[in-house]
Structures are given as C-alpha cells and as structure tokens.
C-alpha cells in the first residue's frame, strides 16, 4: 500500500506509563503532520515537520508531549507519564502540493 | 487563530435527496480548503481541496464551493446514498508561517436512509 501507515492500531495503557505511536507517511511526502482527535473536541493540531527543518511544535499540549522524524521519514510521537485525558485518536499525515493524506489513526486508551 | 465551524452538526435524509453541508472560518487568509470523510473508527479520507485561488471544486457528485472573503465553504451532495452516511469534516489550510497545518471543524454526521 502507498498511503501513510500508523502503529499500532490502538493501545491501552495505564495511568503513568509512557507510549509511543509510530507512522509511516507516504514515500516521497517530506511533510508530516500529527493531530489528536478527542471526544468532543474535534481534530488538533499537535506537531509538523518539514524535511531538516526544527519542526513546529506549537500544538503540543505539554511538556509530556514530543516526537522525532528519523531520516526524513517515519516519525515517532512519545507521550510520557500518560494520563486519562490523553485518551484520544491520534493521527498522523503527510503533505505533497498542500494535499495531506491521513493514516488510519491510533486510537489510545489510558486507564 | 483560525476557528472553523460546521453546520448541521448533524443531518439525517433520505436516499436521493440533495443536500449541503456548510462550513465558516473565521481568519480568510487561507491556503487551501479542505474536505474530509472520516467513517466510524477509521481515518480520514480526502473528498475535494480547493486552493485559495479557487472558487470550486467538483467529484463526481460532491461539488465543494469556497468564497474567502466571507469566510465560508459548502459541501453539495447530489443524489445521495446511504453508503454516503458518514462524518464530513472541513478544514482550513493555514497560510501563515507556511506550515499549512490544518483547523478542522467538529464535523457533520450524516445518515442517509434508504
């Protein structure tokens, strides 16, 4: 398959934990965007990347919060000492010609 | 900082029917506009995008219209069916700072019925 990839699908984790989702964007796409979608207050923002430049991180909601871009392509998003409010879909894209393509999402549950 | 709206937050219709969903920014300085479908427990799909300097978009029975100035965007259905049932999220491309990241809409949930 040529879309963007996210892993794993979903995740339950307890309260304190750390996690990490992985994505895999589109091969050539040198944008890569992550967003979380919660209950109730629809699609954010969280972090974007842009081939070697210092990514915008102005949508992350804590300090808990990073993520790295390895080598221009899979892109891995951290959340450290989780808790129930991260519970959430988080979903990843990647950008050609002001076009993004999202993957299917992980869906986290933190208990 | 941009905020979208959308209106319904949901529609129910029955099979056939035309209908529109409608969309509002706030800030028009956008790079694009964009519309989605997202079924339940998947990932988005993309439907049309209309860049800033257009004033429509169409595929196949979706027809997506932008007028910048007024802040606002309308997704058409045509003939719809209830494989259509789905939420339709828009979101506006932002033009500032050139990340292009994305403010999305809380979505309008349409169920067509057969």
């Known amino acids: 398959g040529a879309g963007v990839s996210q892993s794993p699908s979903n995740k339950v984790t307890e309260k304190g934990k750390d996690v990490e989702l992985r994505c895999d964007p589109i091969?050539?796409?040198?944008?890569l965007y992550w967003y979380r979608q919660s209950l109730g207050q629809g699609l954010e923002f969280l972090i974007y990347f842009q081939g070697n430049s210092a990514p915008d991180k102005s949508g992350l909601p804590s300090d808990r919060f990073s993520a790295e871009r390895t080598g221009g392509s899979v892109s891995t998003l951290t959340i450290q000492r989780t808790q129930q409010e991260d519970s959430a879909v988080y979903l990843c894209?990647?950008?050609?010609?002001?076009?993004?393509?999202f993957g299917p999402g992980t869906r986290l549950t933190v208990t | 900082k941009q905020e979208v709206t959308q209106i319904p937050a949901a529609l129910s219709v029955p099979e056939g029917e035309n209908l529109v969903l409608n969309c509002s920014f706030t800030?028009?300085?956008?790079?694009?506009l964009q519309w989605f479908r997202q079924d339940p427990g998947k990932g988005l799909t993309s439907l049309l995008l209309?860049?800033?300097?257009?004033r429509e978009q169409t595929s196949g029975r979706l027809n997506a219209s932008l007028d910048k100035s007024s802040g606002r965007s309308t997704l058409y259905i045509a003939a719809s069916q209830p494989g259509d049932s789905a939420t339709y999220l828009c979101a506006a491309g932002d033009s500032g700072g050139s990340n292009y990241k994305l403010t999305f809409g809380k979505g309008t949930l349409l169920t067509v019925n057969p």
């Open positions: 209309i860049q800033s300097s257009q």
């Open positions: 800030d028009s300085a956008i790079y694009n």
């Open positions: 091969s050539g796409h040198t944008a």
């Open positions: 894209a990647s950008r050609i010609a002001g076009e993004q393509y």
